[in-house]
């Protein structure tokens, strides 16, 4: 179904969230336009209160449009939708009679370099896309991250100038999803939150704020509300925002009933917690790229479960603060180095105060470590130089072997498809 909004992407999700309906999203692309259209069109169709999504391809995520072009010449196959390639007017009359105020299109894509695809979706009518500075640079990137922070500033002040009447421009942070899972949540949570502070330092008014789904709902409840809190607190005036939940973004179960039964605890993930969209998956994720169909399906699921999950209690608080005070830590520790976000995020990382766990980028110093603890809670096993209460960390935890990172990275998956 759809919901009357403004002529932008935040205004819709707020009018949703503002009637009780949580906004589901696939993370759908295709390199043909008929397809891509169809796959919005039927994405639009769909029962629930649905966005559309372009994902763009591999080649045109790391500037490769060459090798994109080449690909649409020959009809090779492509993960994902080629903006350049095809252009923006072929874009435009792709959207048209498609995306409008009762159905806003966001586009994703992977990219540490981002401008030229700035210019052309803004060129092409599109004005909501994802990512950042952090987020769109560590997993994805060896570009180093003073540039990356470069071309992502240059790229919102890019995308803030295209508003108009009738238009806010709205950039989503990655932040809350880095490398997909076995990321402690205080440091998604912070990252995401940074990032946010990052596209208002730079001109955005309307932001969102992520966070993947990880080894337990309950933890999981904790982050959100501190998600929720910290960016109350931090965010400067004026700034609209809201809050996206990934469903899980590691790997998949491998079995239909268990991937469908982690999307479900997902819907009800975010209903029980105030967040106003959801990026589902489908039960083919484990296997190969979902078809028009199955992300249909379990968009209509995560609707379906989330409209029989109405909260019958105010959202749940951060049980013991453990995670909001982590996170409040980092923020205020990096926010301290320099008054330009930019600046501080490249020195947060070359001391240690920010670290990715099992990251490889040249940028990330890699001394952090997570474990999933005895109740599913995923906690720090090595704090590195981060700036975190001294209760932080899993005392006496044992060092990290192949057999148990393998362990770890399939918790998830095996809990779901047992």
């Known amino acids: 179904m759809t919901v009357a909004a403004d002529h932008d992407f935040g205004s819709f999700v707020t009018q949703a969230r503002s009637r009780g309906r949580l906004v589901v999203q696939p993370r759908m692309g295709f390199a043909g336009r008929a397809r891509m259209r169809a796959g919005l069109e039927r994405t639009r169709q769909a029962a629930g209160v649905t966005v559309g999504t372009i994902t763009l391809d591999s080649y045109t995520r790391v500037g490769d449009f060459a090798a994109a072009r080449a690909a649409v010449t020959r009809n090779l196959p492509l993960n994902g939708y080629p903006l350049l390639a095809h252009g923006a007017e ?67 002040e890019l995308l803030a100038s295209a508003g108009g009447p009738g238009t806010e421009p709205h950039l989503e942070s990655f932040g809350g999803c880095m490398l997909g899972q076995l990321c402690p949540p205080s440091l998604l949570v912070a990252l995401s939150v940074l990032e946010g502070l990052f596209f208002a330092q730079h001109g955005l008014r309307c932001v969102s704020l992520s966070y993947a789904q990880q080894t337990s709902p309950e933890q999981d409840a904790e982050a959100l509300a501190a998600l929720h809190r910290l960016a109350a607190e931090e965010l400067p005036p004026g700034i609209r925002w809201h809050s996206v939940l990934y469903a899980y973004m590691g790997l998949y179960p491998h079995t239909a009933h268990g991937a469908r039964r982690l999307l479900e605890s997902a819907a009800r993930l975010a209903v029980r917690t105030g967040a106003a969209r959801l990026i589902v998956k489908t039960a083919a994720e484990a296997h190969r ?130």
């Open 90 to 156: 072929a874009t435009r009359a792709l959207l048209d009679g498609v995306q409008d105020d009762a159905f806003p299109v966001q586009v994703r894509h992977g990219s540490a370099r981002p401008q030229a695809l700035f210019a052309e979706l803004i060129a092409a009518g599109l004005h909501a896309t994802e990512g950042g500075p952090v987020s769109y640079c560590l997993p994805y990137s060896r570009t180093p991250l003073r540039e990356s922070v470069r071309h992502w500033a240059e790229s919102c």
């Open 289 to 418: 790229i979902p078809t028009i169909a199955e992300n249909v399906a379990a968009l209509e699921l995560a609707a379906h479960t989330a409209e029989h999950s109405r909260p019958e209690a105010p959202p749940p608080a951060d049980a013991d603060g453990t995670v909001y005070a982590e996170a409040r830590a980092l923020v205020h520790a990096v926010r301290e180095l320099h008054p330009d976000l930019g600046t501080a995020l490249v020195r947060a990382f070359e001391r240690g105060l920010l670290d990715v766990p099992f990251c490889l980028h040249p940028d990330n110093l890699g001394r952090t470590r997570s474990v999933i603890d005895d109740r599913g809670r995923l906690r720090w096993s090595a704090t590195g130089g981060l700036p975190l209460p001294a209760t932080a960390g899993l005392r006496n935890a044992p060092a990290m072997t192949a057999d148990g990172l393998l362990d770890s990275l399939t918790f998830v998956r095996q809990a779901y498809d047992s």
